[in-house]
Every structure is written in structure tokens, then in C-alpha cells.
């Protein structure tokens, strides 16, 4: 039977650990005799460094925020989207709109939304084109990948292809400002101390996106960069985030 982390090894992460690397350290020492490490005792792990808990009232503004800008938002860029759509199903088959599960805040999956930006077959021609990734084991970049249609291109580049995500966010399972959500397959490969990343709610833009994107190939800087987010996070900070976001997209910095 495999053995459980202690409240005591817990505790021991967030109390005596002042600094990223330190508790990158604890956790894996906390892990290092467990008989098996398995995801749902390192999604736990993930609880215990919830900002929601600690920060209620700033949290409820943030949600706040999520719902009246989405709603804003999608009565501004309403021609844009339905434009977007018109073009995907001109120029290939398949649906409009692309989903798939993901995972969130605590390992709590959920269909995430985007523009459709592949051709109708992406996914069957994945295993073939894995040997051309061109980030990290823990996430798939390919920046001429062969499986993107014209349109595709172009609404990516922008991050307008994201835009559905808006609907996660009325639905709370996204918000504006976090960690991008992995897939299973992805998270299959993590380290232990990876799992720290879900003590947040997953988001259309991050740190990582206004601190250079496809850019940042390392997998430990991205995870670092959203841990410090989350650990440190504010209502400011959100806005900081959304505010360095604008020119990201506008100019399609470090697209892929």
C-alpha cells in the first residue's frame, strides 16, 4: 500500500521554506522515501498553497473582474469573432470551435475552448511529429507545424485562436490571469514539485506569456515564474499582467 504525505511533511513546504528553490527542495525531500507518488496526493499537495483561502475579498473582486471584462469584452470583439469563424469553415472542414480537457486548479479537469486552427485530422498526425518538438518534454512547440491551416497561422500569432476561452472564464474555470492548462499527457511527465503550478486557476494569459512566451524553453523557469505569481498574487499584479499583455498580442511577440 502506498504511504501518504504527513500533515507535519506538508506544513513543511509553505513554514520553513522562504524561497522558491528551498521549497522545490523540501518537496522533493518530502517525496523522496514515498513508496508511490501518485498525482492525487501531488494535487493536494497543490491545496496547500491556496491564495483563495487566505485572500478572500481580493478574490471575489478578481472574479468579479473575470465576469464584467468577459462580458465587455465579448460585446466589443463580437464582429471579430463571428469574422473568425466565417473564415475557419470557408477555407477547411471541421468544426468552428476546437476542445479539449485540460487540467486545472487542483488537478480538476475541464474542456477548454479555442478557434479551431488545425486542420480536422491534427490530432491523429500528433504521434508522427512529436521528434520535431522544438520547446521541452513538458509542452509540444513545433513553430512551421504542417497541421495548421492559413488562418490558423494568423489567428494564433495574434492569440485570437484563444478567444473562445472567454466562455471557461464565465464558467470558472478559467480567469483572466493564470497558469496555462495543461493536457493528461503532459502532466503524466511532470516532476513532483511541477504539481506546485495548480495551487492557481488556469488562465487566458500568465506570467509566462508577457515574460516571453514560446521564448522560454524551460519548463522549470515557466513553472518558477507562475509559483512566484501565485505566491505573491494581488489584484495590481493581475493588472500589470492584463496591461503587459496588450502589446504581446498586438505585435504577436513570440508566437507559435
Known amino acids: 500500500m502506498a504511504t501518504t504525505l504527513t500533515t507535519a511533511k506538508i506544513d513543511l513546504l509553505n513554514k520553513d521554506a522562504f524561497s522558491f528553490n528551498e521549497i522545490r527542495k523540501n518537496l522533493e525531500t518530502c517525496l523522496e522515501h514515498e513508496i508511490e507518488n501518485t498525482q492525487e496526493i501531488l494535487f493536494n499537495i497543490s491545496k496547500q498553497d491556496d491564495q483563495q483561502k487566505e485572500k478572500p475579498i481580493q478574490f471575489l473582486i478578481?472574479?468579479?473582474?473575470?465576469?464584467?471584462?468577459?462580458c465587455f469584452?465579448?460585446?466589443?470583439?463580437?464582429?471579430?469573432?463571428?469574422?473568425?469563424?466565417?473564415?475557419?469553415?470557408?477555407?477547411?472542414?471541421?468544426?468552428?470551435?476546437?476542445?479539449?480537457?485540460?487540467?486545472?486548479k487542483h488537478g480538476k479537469e475541464f474542456y477548454m475552448y479555442k478557434f479551431r486552427s488545425m486542420y480536422e485530422?491534427?490530432?491523429?498526425?500528433?504521434?508522427?511529429?512529436?521528434?520535431?518538438?522544438?520547446?521541452?518534454d513538458y509542452m509540444f512547440k513545433?513553430?512551421?507545424?504542417?497541421?495548421?491551416?492559413?488562418?490558423?497561422k494568423f489567428i494564433r500569432k495574434y492569440s485570437?485562436?484563444?478567444?473562445?476561452?472567454?466562455?471557461?472564464?464565465?464558467?470558472?474555470?478559467?480567469?483572466?490571469?493564470?497558469?496555462?492548462?495543461?493536457?493528461?499527457?503532459?502532466?503524466?511527465k511532470y516532476k513532483d514539485w511541477h504539481y506546485l503550478r495548480f495551487a492557481g486557476t488556469p488562465g487566458l494569459t500568465g506570467p509566462w506569456q508577457v515574460s516571453g512566451r514560446s521564448s522560454i524553453k524551460n519548463f522549470d523557469i515557466i513553472v518558477e515564474l507562475e509559483y512566484r505569481y501565485n505566491k505573491n498574487w494581488n489584484i495590481l499584479k493581475d493588472i500589470e499582467i492584463l496591461l503587459k499583455t496588450i502589446p504581446v498580442v498586438i505585435y504577436g511577440k513570440d508566437a507559435a
Open 121 to 136: 485530422d491534427a490530432e491523429d498526425r500528433f504521434e508522427g511529429l512529436i521528434k520535431h518538438n522544438q520547446t521541452n
Open 142 to 152: 513545433m513553430f512551421d507545424d504542417p497541421r495548421i491551416t492559413k488562418v490558423g
Open 62 to 70: 478578481k472574479r468579479i473582474i473575470d465576469i464584467l471584462g468577459t
Open 160 to 188: 485570437i485562436d484563444e478567444l473562445p476561452q472567454l466562455i471557461n472564464v464565465i464558467k470558472g474555470e478559467m480567469t483572466l490571469v493564470g497558469f496555462r492548462p495543461p493536457i493528461q499527457n503532459e502532466v503524466d
Open 73 to 104: 469584452g465579448l460585446v466589443i470583439i463580437s464582429p471579430l469573432l463571428i469574422a473568425v469563424a466565417i473564415a475557419i469553415k470557408i477555407e477547411s472542414r471541421g468544426s468552428v470551435l476546437f476542445k479539449q480537457k485540460r487540467i486545472g
